[in-house]
């Protein structure tokens, strides 16, 4: 079904997005609407693209969106929308970090179904009250962890819970950006606001890609996180948060973890890399090559397995688009994570069991929220803290 | 310009698109769509998606083509749509090869720009006449070659031309498919007719892809191929057309050349890969790792470019949609000539001049038909032959 | 002069040599004779090759030792080589870890030159004797951290101090083995010593690979640790140490560094890797491919360095014997080291002056077992660990 | 028994060894007198080492080689050992190509073993002559094909021949070099010669690295060159033969080849690369990475086998000196030559069924030497020729 390219017979109408966000300059509500497009099941109707009427209405129309339905406020959308029989199914959010909450609170209280960016919000109060808004109804709610939706990630979730690695034992990540070192000055508006306490939250590197790489371990492992031991450092001078943090993490009693992220790590991207070692065989891949998952297997041959392969496992072939050697990529993997949304609001009450793999939903986004606090805290006290079962 | 998430402020009013082929089933008409979708100035409004008209109601439904669009033939839709005011503005034609001579010559006698699959058409005089019917009032018309919307393969063609690997000296090209090997008998519909002479051409491996091995040498080096020694193999019983493939090239009197393409070597999805010998260097690309370009260099360190850096030349960053790290992949390279494509057909008498790298247009497409041609010659007389200065 | 291929007129007469352990049987003495060889500047003449006679006889004989210095013990050996005009010129001892005390101390109060083996010795108050030891008559004391014998490492190290990376902020470095995982049942003589406390010492994985780790790091960056935060874990049943180990480092107030290492992660074999990350670029190294080294820069190409390349570094460039293209390896690093104790050995008093990378000697070998103390402490109480100036 | 570093109770006595050539500055000569102490059982005790007998002395004195053993001329040498009751078990010639037949047809007139570098002379006559005197007594007489020696090679042969690739269909090698491309003025006089006629013989590139490129490929897949369609080319002005070269191969009816080799490809240190394609999978090894064996199968995982691993073939594990991680190269697959040879040598008349793989020979030689003439006339007349069955 979340096949990209097959737009014939798919079947099922066109779902009408609202947008929160998303005006000129907002470089990833651009690729949000890229992935939609690929996805090929929505369409946008409605919006509060900016906080600036001016900004908000030029969005919109080169969106083609109704001049009606360019709302002033969330509120006013929300109202507006509900009120109508061709209203919105969706609220996309896709607004700097600290203004998330709001726009997810006043959509949930209206019944409307949202995508959020990460991180959720701020603070763990804020996201258990918008997991609980979303509980009240069971409405549908994710949280963009966009790496999920790469074909071989979900490819190593099945292997891993098919146990050809064994029992799990250590996993490790890294995400190492480059963005920030050398020169803080240089840093355009996009970046500085990612130091700023009031605007990006408790946490700066730990936040903005730890919880991503937080997220695909306990996605890939099916195991969940209960300490943490964390060494969050500042060492670009004129950056207010974190830069470069080092996360030692259990999983029970049964497994250890790493994490190491840094936004000053020069020559790297975005790169995103796991290491799930198993007493069978350890399993690696890497964001900047997609295609490929590695197995590491006891005095044996490595194995390459590759998108689109005769030996994938069902729930990465089940996200595949292209044949394997054809590549796809980023904007494919959000798109399949939007094939999801479009399937999931196309099934009704029972829409958690349409989806093969579960949803990266709130209490997902709750998570990486309490991955900063609690981190914070252990750095702070230089010793393990719990993490609550969120 | 061509950036594909950048949908806000872009401005130009969505292309009227119709498309010849494309039902259910058609598997790279979908993966057209998709790159039509990603670059996000198209919309299909017309077609004849199938020789059955049943297929094609369904497929234009699906799409949204109201019902007076979808057309019984070809004949009908160049008449049907030249007489409206919001005819299209661009015809796709998606059908198999064989399939392609018919829709393109008619379109282009009613002076509708067309975009064709590769290879154009099984034989020169065909192409020939469908070139000389688009000079006559230089109507716009591309052949979908589509790695060279990679932008690193551009980025390779802008550093070939500014010199960076001395003067160009040997060409190699390899285009290694596995679908072939092993067991033909399990090959289904889809690959059957590529072995079938009535309806593949003259040539099996070589027209189906060794034209784009070929073409992507020419483009990346900018020299035109002289001469060629080919040697053309069947080697799988039941297919009816070479499946492996030798050619040498001349490129006039300073540069040599060699293609090898094969339908049938095992653990090969997609496998192009180019190496441009210079005098001061050497280049390498490969499909199936798109995002970076290898420069190897006397005795020096080796530099791996990547797509989006700051090293990036001009004509390659121009086509860059994400910043590096977040890859693209084969659906991009598509939507950047898609992207090109609208770029044109917006441009007016001058669209040639709105491209910064050259139209794969129907001089191209010609000579693909010419090098099935004169290869098949070669071979069979066992001797170096011309290549005609198409 | 360490070029190991140019051995007409380099001059220098041979090093007469005797060896502590190395019997039938071990495998390590077998592969110091043999970087001894390719060094072609030693002949091993006298030892006492295991502590069972008829062993260590048989061993003599075969490696051409005449009767009367195939010694019973390192007393009589001492003893009987310093009375000889032709005694040796220097011993390796490659006995396992805790036979290493005694041979060191009986050698060095014999005021002969000795090579060993790491981990130095499993208690710090014994290092810091064979420390003094040495200290007294300035004799030649070299632990064989064989790392650093590799040209790209040495080059590594270069790079680091021309300010290549500029200023170095977090040291990386990892090695996963896999030999103890799955089924310690399986694991022979050879691995099961490692996991008994009263040989292997205090740690099992830190003690065996992590000393080597943390020296690659020190030596690669010329920075010191000052401070650790370790969690050492056990991970096998029936391996009586710890298998699995995560350091956190600090390198004075500059610089973080994280350490980890495993025996037990399946598809590693001898998975060395360190990542040194600075200000402007940075550094990356794996000892599984170590004719490369890896400069990761912003937003520009990759570098990726060779071993006899133009542009390698003086101190690199020194090391080597072959020309790029022709790989050297693992016994090529280890003859590295035995051709600069060979230079050391011949260059008399200013010793420490011929070599031009510092000598990994017996104040590198104590801070080896440093390590090991301070992370079990830390471990231990949790808590971080300040790292004597050893 | 070829583990190069199992020095102890591995038994036989040290075969002694004379040398042709070898003097100061021969580069080649000291890399094979390294792999013979690699190897561990040779002793050079005679030699020519010159022509010069100042530089011969030199030589031989560095060597240790006692002066009467010294000789001035081949035919004193021959002579001379030829009555020593402790003569030379085996001549080792390292002279520069023109300079092989004279002391090849000596030894094997006085019934000694040579071992003689690659290519073995310049015309098939003399070649055939050596055979033929090699065959009277059936004397040991090893061409050193160096790259047979690589543990991942012999690895691949094994696989091939125990059908894991299905049928071979197409042999593609590739050895690309770099020390000729930008200017021919900067050559020293260790490549000028190379591209003199009247001492590298007939052909350039082709006889010097060509040679090895289709001597791995009949290796590997045990099949035999039956015709030839060379083009060989002069790209680099003021060398006088052959630079680049394209070489089509026939294996009977049933597979094709292809030989690409350059002396002028920048970015090249010592490219060779093979891909050996079966019906079922296909095989893939490069000089430059001699570590790894891929393998790609159809639609299947790719798989990376290891030197050292577990499912390593016998015949790839019998010549495995260090564990798998521990990483072997070039001077090891020389060193494993060296230890086949000494196999040999001690095994008396049986001496050819000691060995695992079949000892690359004169036989091997003649078609090296074949190849350039054939190709040289296929190269002229522009059309294949047969490969005699030499």
Known sequence: MPN?????????????VGMIGGGKGSFFAGVHRAAMRL?????????????????????????GVPGDRIYPTFTAMAAGEVRRSDGIDLCVIVTPNHLHYEPCRIFLEAGIPIVCDKPLVNASAEARELVSLADRHDTFAA?????????????????????????????YVEYLLEWLANDPS???????????PAKAGLTGA??????????????????RCTAVNANLQNTVAGFGLDDTDVVQLKFGDDAQGLLWCSLAAPGHRNGLRFKIVGTKGTLEWCQEQPETLHLHRMAQADLIYRRGGSDMTE????????????PEAYLEALAVLYADYAKALLSGR?????????????????????LSEVCLQSSTAQKWEAFPDA
Chains 1, 2, 3, 4 share one sequence.
């Open 350 to 370: 029972d829409w958690r069991k349409s989806l093969r793999v579960p949803l990266t939903d709130l209490r997902e986004g709750l998570r990486g929220v309490v």
């Open 143 to 171: 949280v963009t962890y966009t790496y999920t939706g790469y074909p071989m990630v979900r490819d190593a979730r099945s292997r891993v819970r098919d146990g050809e690695i064994g029992d799990v034992k250590f996993l």
């Open 4 to 16: 990209l390219v097959d737009d014939v017979g798919t079947g099922g109408r066109p779902l009408r």
């Open 206 to 223: 730990l936040g903005d890609v730890g919880t991503h790489a937080f997220n695909i371990l306990e996605f890939v492992s099916g195991m």
């Open 315 to 326: 729930d990465g072939m089940s996200c595949v688009s292209l044949p394997a050697g054809n």
């Open 186 to 196: 240089k840093i355009g508006k996009g970046g500085i606001w990612r130091g700023d």
């Open 39 to 63: 996805a090929g099941r929505f369409e946008i109707v409605a919006g509060v693209f900016s906080s600036t009427p001016s900004v908000s209405r030029e969005a919109g129309v080169a969106l």
